[in-house]
């Protein structure tokens, strides 16, 4: 049905941005809370520079069938939204969860073993970017947040994360002296103190990814 109504992604199989738009449109409703994440293939034009693009457009299709794969585990809605890019939508959980649905993503496409040299040990890894959508804000509004907190992610040599909506690190690119990115999920939560908020922002971060919420 959504391949008949052109929903559906040509290359990867997945739900395409169309697909996202009648989402958003029709955004159900939940108890709990909804997190909105988007995923970005780390130095994705290296892989296509160096491997081709026919194993470029493999390495999109088996990443995509990570994130949509762990996305659908979880009850959520996942698309490809252009390019490199991913959306998932998490509904009725919380932040610690949602990070470690991000998480699992990160490691099936890291177990996938394929071949990125600008990656970390010459594997394709991914960065990504997620905010929990507010009462008082669209989807959209929601969307945008956690790609600034993409980009925060992918920032060049950053050896911190910046307050942004929350985040998971992407690997360092090979030979730059960059801090541990392993993600380990402790529950440490601390508030940053070198990089006070935004007035009007509370910050919490837990082990590799920091937080805002919209108050």
């Known amino acids: 049905k959504l391949a008949a109504a052109g929903m559906t992604d040509g290359l990867t199989g997945i739900p395409n941005r169309n697909a996202m738009d009648k989402y958003f449109t029709d955004f159900p409703e939940c108890e709990g809370g909804y997190f909105i994440a988007i995923s970005d293939l780390d130095f994705f034009k290296v892989c296509n520079d160096t491997e081709g693009h026919v194993a470029g457009d493999e390495t999109l299709k088996r990443a995509a069938k990570c994130i949509y794969d ?6 959520g809605f996942c698309t490809r939204f252009g390019g490199d890019e991913f959306i998932s939508i998490f509904l009725d959980t919380d932040q610690e969860t949602a990070y470690s649905y991000l998480d699992e993503i990160r490691t099936r496409i890291e177990k996938e073993g394929l071949k990125n040299k600008a990656c970390s ?5 991914i960065s990504a970017g997620y905010a929990e959508k507010q009462k008082d804000e669209s ?10 907190a993409l980009y925060r992610a992918k920032e060049d040599g950053a050896r911190e ?15 730059r002296p960059v801090a541990q990115d392993t993600l380990t999920g402790e529950a440490a939560a601390t508030v940053e103190e070198t990089k006070p908020a935004p007035v009007g922002k509370s ?9 805002e919420k919209k108050i």
Do not use: H, W, Y
């Open 121 to 125: 040990k010459g594997v394709q890894t």
């Open 139 to 148: 989807p959209s509004e929601a969307l945008k947040r956690a790609e600034k």
């Open 70 to 75: 762990v996305t659908i585990e979880k009850n």
């Open 161 to 175: 994360v910046p307050p942004m909506e929350g985040n998971v690190k992407r690997g360092p690119r090979v030979g």
């Open 203 to 211: 910050v919490g971060t837990i082990d590799d990814f920091t937080m």
